[in-house]
C-alpha cells in the first residue's frame, strides 16, 4: 500500500520561509484565495449564458441612466445624484453640493458600477457560498476605495472647503500625514493616546496584584461597600488587546460598576508575549491563565463558588474551561457569563474571509518566522471589514480636510494591542475556527477531550446586534451545545466593543432579552428575536440583578491577598503586564 510520505522539516521550513516573504508583500492576504474564488465564478458564470445575458442587460440599462443622468445635469437645474434611481441611494452623496455638475455626474456613475458589480458576483449557479462571499468581500473593498468621495478632484466638498482655507486643510492634512508616518516608523501609539495613561486616566479602578506567572497577573480589585456578594467574580478578557477595555474611565468602567454594585472581581491581565513565548499553546492559556487565577480566587475567597465572566475569544477559553472543570468534577464555579463569544465557529461571520486554508498557511508562516503575531496585523484585518468607516473616513477626514476628531478612551485602548503566540494562534484558528472542533466534540483539553453538553452551571450570554467579530447569532449557537437548565441570552444594541462598553446608564442602546430552560423549546435566532421583550437604556443593570438572584447572601469583604496560602500582594493594579509594549 502506498504511503503520503511527509515534506521533511528542512522542506517545510524553506517552504515557510517563502510563504512568510509573501505574507510581508502582499499585506498578509493570501491571493490564491481570491483567485480561486475568482476562477469559481468565472467558470460557472461562463457555464450560466442566462445569467450573462442578464449582465449584459443590465450594464446596458446602468450605461443608459448614466449617460442620460449626464445630459439632464449638464442642461438643467442641479440635480441630486439619487433623483430617479433605481437602487438604494448612497448617503455620502446627500450633500447640496454633490447636486452640481460634474459631481452629480461621477456619484450616479458610481453608483451604477457599484449596483453592476455587486449583481455580477451574486446569485451564479455553482459557486460556493464561501467563494460568493469573498468575491462580495473583494468588491466591497474595491468600491469603497474607488468612491469619489474619497478624492480631493472628484469631491466638491473638499475642494468648497479646499478654496474656502486657501488650502491650508490640505497643509494641516499633510502635517497629520508627517506625524502619522513617523509615529508608525518608530512603533509609537497614533495622535491623542497620549493623554490616556493607563492607571491614571483608564485602567484606574483601586485594586491589588495578587498572582503574577510568566503568563498573567491576576487583580483583586478593593471593595467600595461594607458588604458583597459571598461569591466572586473572576474575569477572562480577551488576550487580542489589553484587559482594561472593562476598565476605561470612570463613567463606563464595568469593573467600578460591579465594584461599586457590592461584588468582590478579581480581573486576568495577559501578558503581552514576544518572540520567547511562541510555543505557548491553548493548553498554557488554560492552566497558566484560568486555572491558575481561579485556584488563587479560591484561595482568597474559600468556600466560595465563583462566577466566571469571558469577553470574546477570553469568552471561549472560559467555555472550553467550564467544560474541562465539569468534565473533571471541579465544581467551584457558581454560573458563566460570556460577552461576544463564540463557541460554534461554521459561521463566524466576515472574519471567515481571512479564515480559508491558504490564508491560514500565509499568516501560520508569517507567525513562525516572527513567533508571535503583530496586533497590527490583526487591527488591519478589523479595518478591512469596516473599510469605509476605519479606513477611508479617516482618511478623508485627517489628512484632506486636515481635521483631527477628538482621541476617546475606547480608541485609545483599541490603539493599544498586544501580540499573540505563534502555537496558540494557530491551535485557535486552525482548531477552532477552521475546523470547528469545539462545537463537535473533538477539542482536547490536556490531551482529553471536552464537551460542552458538560456545562450544567447558569449562563448569561451576551451578543451584539451589529457585531463583525463575532456575529451574535453565531454567538447564540451556544444554547444548542450546553446542558444549562438556566440560560439567559441577551442581545444588545452597538458593535462588538462599544455594544460592550455601554455604561450603567445609556440613553442611546437597547436590548432584548429571555430565559430558557431545558425543558423549554429551542427557538431559533429570528424566533427568538420576535419573542424576546425589548428594552431601553443599558443591559449592564439586567446582568448585575441576574447575578445578584444567583448570588448567596451578602458578608464581609474578603482581604486583599491571602498571604497565609500564599497569595501575596504583589503590587498595585493595573500591574506590570498591561504596560508592556
Same mark, same amino acid.
Given at each position: ?16 520561509? &517563502?510563504r512568510? %516573504?509573501?505574507?510581508?508583500m ?25 445569467? $450573462?445575458? !442578464?449582465?449584459? %442587460? ?7 441612466d ?26 455620502? &452623496?446627500?450633500? !447640496?453640493?454633490?447636486? $452640481? ?32 462571499q ?20 472628484t ?19 499633510? %502635517? ?21 495613561e ?32 459571598? !461569591?466572586p467574580?473572576? #474575569? ?34 495577559w ?9 505557548? =499553546? ?39 474551561g467550564?467544560?474541562? /472543570? ?9 454560573? #458563566?457569563?460570556? &460577552? ?12 471567515? &474571509? *481571512? ?8 499568516l ?13 496585523q ?6 478591512? /471589514? ?8 479617516? *482618511? ?16 485609545a485602548?483599541?490603539?493599544? =494591542? ?6 496558540? @494562534?494557530?491551535e ?10 469545539l ?19 447558569p ?8 457585531d @463583525? ?19 439567559t441570552?441577551?442581545?444588545t444594541?452597538? =458593535? ?25 423549546? @429551542? ?16 443591559w ?6 441576574? /447575578? +445578584?438572584? @444567583?448570588?448567596? +447572601? ?28
Amino acid at each position: 500500500m502506498a504511503t503520503t510520505r511527509k515534506p521533511a522539516p528542512r522542506t517545510q521550513d524553506f517552504d515557510r520561509e &517563502f510563504r512568510a %516573504q509573501l505574507a510581508q508583500m502582499t499585506a498578509g492576504l493570501a491571493p490564491t484565495a481570491f483567485s480561486t474564488a475568482w476562477a469559481d465564478w468565472a467558470m460557472h458564470l461562463a457555464q450560466a449564458p442566462a445569467k $450573462q445575458s !442578464e449582465l449584459r %442587460q443590465l450594464a446596458l440599462e446602468r450605461a443608459r441612466d448614466t449617460w442620460a443622468f449626464a445630459l439632464r445635469a449638464l442642461a438643467g437645474p442641479k440635480v441630486a445624484a439619487a433623483d430617479g434611481f433605481e437602487g438604494s441611494a448612497d448617503r455620502r &452623496f446627500e450633500a !447640496e453640493a454633490w447636486s $452640481q455638475f460634474p459631481f452629480n455626474v461621477y456619484a450616479r456613475a458610481y453608483q451604477n458600477s457599484v449596483a453592476l458589480m455587486r449583481e455580477a458576483v451574486r446569485d451564479v449557479a455553482g459557486v460556493t457560498d464561501y467563494h460568493a462571499q469573498l468575491l462580495e468581500f473583494a468588491v466591497r473593498m474595491l468600491l469603497d476605495a474607488s468612491s469619489p468621495s474619497n478624492y480631493l478632484a472628484t469631491n466638491p466638498e473638499l475642494l468648497a472647503l479646499t478654496q474656502a482655507e486657501k488650502g491650508q486643510n490640505l497643509v494641516r492634512g499633510l %502635517q497629520h500625514w508627517v506625524e502619522d508616518l513617523e509615529r508608525t516608523l518608530s512603533g509609537g501609539a497614533p495622535a491623542g493616546t497620549e493623554a490616556f495613561e493607563v492607571g491614571k486616566t483608564v485602567a484606574a479602578t483601586p485594586g491589588k496584584v495578587v498572582l503574577r506567572n510568566e503568563l498573567i497577573e491576576l487583580i483583586q480589585y478593593e471593595p467600595a461597600t461594607k458588604d458583597v456578594h459571598a !461569591e466572586p467574580l473572576l #474575569v477572562v478578557p480577551a488576550w487580542i488587546m489589553k484587559y482594561y477595555i472593562l476598565d476605561l474611565s470612570a463613567r463606563n468602567s464595568l469593573v467600578k460598576y460591579l465594584v461599586d454594585q457590592g461584588h468582590t472581581v478579581f480581573m486576568i491581565s495577559w501578558k503581552n508575549p514576544d518572540e520567547r513565548d511562541r510555543e505557548l =499553546g491553548m493548553d498554557d492559556y488554560l492552566n497558566k491563565g484560568l486555572r491558575a487565577a481561579l485556584d488563587t480566587v479560591s484561595a482568597i475567597v474559600p468556600k466560595r463558588r465563583v462566577h466566571a465572566v469571558g469577553y470574546c475569544i477570553g469568552g471561549t477559553l472560559l467555555a472550553i474551561g467550564a467544560a474541562a /472543570l465539569a468534565r473533571d468534577g471541579d465544581r467551584r464555579l457558581a454560573s #458563566v457569563t460570556m &460577552f461576544a463569544a463564540q463557541t460554534d465557529f461554521s459561521e463566524p461571520g466576515e472574519l471567515a &474571509f *481571512f479564515i480559508n486554508p491558504s490564508q491560514l498557511a500565509l499568516l501560520e508562516a508569517s507567525m513562525h518566522k516572527k513567533g508571535v503575531l503583530d496586533s497590527r496585523q490583526m487591527g488591519g484585518a478589523f479595518a478591512l /471589514l469596516r473599510s469605509q468607516d476605519l479606513i477611508w473616513q479617516p *482618511f478623508v477626514r485627517q489628512y484632506l480636510e486636515g481635521r483631527r476628531d477628538g482621541m476617546i478612551d475606547l480608541m485609545a485602548w483599541n490603539a493599544d =494591542g498586544t501580540r499573540m503566540p505563534w502555537r496558540m @494562534h494557530s491551535e485557535y484558528l486552525y482548531r477552532l475556527y477552521l475546523d470547528n472542533e469545539l462545537a463537535a466534540n473533538r477539542f482536547p483539553v490536556d490531551g482529553r477531550t471536552v464537551r460542552l453538553s458538560d456545562i450544567g452551571v447558569p449562563m448569561f450570554v451576551v451578543g451584539t446586534e451589529t457585531d @463583525h467579530v463575532a456575529p451574535w447569532k453565531s454567538v447564540y449557537k451556544v444554547d444548542n451545545l450546553v446542558r444549562s437548565d438556566d440560560f439567559t441570552f441577551l442581545l444588545t444594541s452597538g =458593535g462588538h466593543n462599544a455594544g460592550i462598553v455601554s455604561g450603567p446608564v445609556n440613553p442611546k442602546r437597547h436590548y432584548r432579552m429571555k430565559t430558557r430552560r431545558l425543558s423549554d423549546p @429551542h427557538l431559533a435566532p429570528d424566533d427568538w428575536l420576535q419573542a424576546a421583550e425589548r428594552h431601553e437604556g443599558s443591559w449592564w443593570p439586567a446582568w448585575q440583578r441576574w /447575578l +445578584a438572584e @444567583h448570588s448567596s +447572601a451578602r458578608s464581609k469583604p474578603p482581604g486583599l491577598g491571602a498571604p497565609a496560602a500564599g497569595c501575596k500582594v504583589l503590587g498595585s493594579a493595573p500591574g506590570q503586564y498591561v504596560r508592556q509594549r
